[in-house]
């Protein structure tokens, strides 16, 4: 875990796998970017994130109370 190919290769094992792989994908995506951080998660995928400043900002105060 820690590469741009990395969280690549696991979302397109997600995809290959099949099944709910809406709810698997997110699972993955959600521990690819808790692992690896904002910035090294692709930037195409962000570029399509729908609500991304919205989910930004969330993330940020989430964030701020966890680390009190």
């Known amino acids: 875990v820690g590469s741009e190919m ?3 290769d696991s979302h397109r094992s997600v995809v290959r796998f099949g099944g709910d ?3 698997i994908g997110a699972m993955s995506g959600s521990i690819g970017g808790a692992a690896t ?3 090294r ?3 195409g995928y962000l570029d ?3 609500d991304r400043e919205t989910l930004k900002t969330v993330a940020r105060r989430l964030f701020v109370v966890a680390t009190g």
């Open 6 to 8: 990395c969280i690549r």
């Open 21 to 23: 792989v809406g709810t």
């Open 37 to 39: 951080g904002f910035a």
């Open 48 to 50: 399509q994130l729908e």
């Open 41 to 43: 998660l692709p930037t």
